[in-house]
């Protein structure tokens, strides 16, 4: 008799509990059912910005454009309605960019700021669902900053600072190149480089002597870089001669973009799965 009540008790508990595992899987059902299908090709996911300074005057700043085709992006429940790229270099998302499927399936944007991105791919078709992915989008940034003829040579800035929330850069990258123009009363001058952290400690140096008409350079690679204001300065430490400055610095994040997703590549597995993991 005890070994029946038991069973039955067993029993009523499987058919109580059924129908609350159906309610359980309600959700991913839903989601696994998105009709939105994201086919979004992109050649590139990374750049560099360029920027020229001369005298402290900016001569030219070249942005990184980036191009995202939504073309090939469908839906079960319909036509698109409208395709979004949020760069991911603001705080508010206010950079976003919407555009009418119907009327253009490609949105460019240009990045003028550097930082590690997070970037979110976003489609809406005519039933109003929704389906989202997420990019890893990598703008490191080279200044050439020249400084002709002086004997006070300018402190030059260097902002590792990025505009989002995300990583300090990887590291700074420099090259420089001091020359004492030829002249006849032209003597040897001694230079030092100074890179400089926020907090105002020199992180490196080096210093040379340059003869009459000669030229002398210094390359470093700073890593553990903390997020401010940096500077590379230059010191006459003897001679009172002009000289003619030339810095090449980078400003460079960990390698940690998403790959590109060109239109005419093949698609692998693991393509296939990665981009399924970052669909929201």
């Not at 750049?47 to 191009?67: D, F, K, P």
């Not at 791919?121 to 929704?130: F, K, P, Q, R």
């Not at 123009?181 to 001694?190: I, K, N, R, Y």
């Not at 020199?202 to 002597?209: C, F, G, L, N």
Request: hydrophobic share 30%; charged share 20%; proline share 5%.
């Amino acid at each position: 008799m005890r070994g029946g009540t038991q069973k039955a008790w067993l029993l009523l508990t499987i058919l109580l509990s059924t129908p609350l595992v159906g309610c359980l899987g309600t959700d991913d059902g839903d989601e696994n059912e998105n009709p939105i299908t994201l086919n979004i090709h992109y050649d590139a996911t990374a750049g560099m910005i360029e920027q020229r300074i001369q005298n402290g005057a900016t001569l030219s700043t070249t942005g990184v454009e980036l191009t995202f085709d939504f073309a090939r992006v469908t839906s079960k429940a319909g036509t698109m309605k409208a395709f979004t790229y949020d760069p991911g270099d603001d705080d508010d998302g206010s950079n976003s960019v919407t555009v009418n499927a119907n009327e253009q399936a490609d949105i460019t944007y240009t990045y003028q700021t550097h930082g590690l991105f997070t970037a979110v791919l976003t489609a809406v078709d005519e039933s109003d669902n929704v389906r989202s992915m997420e990019l890893q989008i990598r703008i490191d940034k080279e200044t050439i900053w020249t400084q002709p003829n002086t004997d006070e040579p300018t402190q030059m800035p260097v902002s590792t600072m990025p505009d989002c929330e995300c990583p300090a850069p990887e590291k700074i990258s420099l090259e420089s190149t001091i020359t004492n123009p030829s002249d006849l009363f032209q003597a040897q001058v001694t230079v030092s480089w100074h890179l400089v952290n926020p907090e105002g400690v020199a992180e490196a140096t080096h210093t040379e002597q340059i003869g009459n008409g000669q030229e002398a350079s210094w390359s470093h690679s700073e890593y553990n870089i903390a997020k401010g204001d940096w500077s590379l300065d230059v010191t006459i430490d003897s001679g009172n001669d002009s000289i003619d400055v030339n810095h090449r610095v980078l400003v460079l994040y960990a390698e940690e973009e998403s790959q590109p997703n060109p239109f005419d590549a093949p698609v692998s597995n693991e393509q296939e799965t990665s981009l399924s993991q970052k669909e929201n």
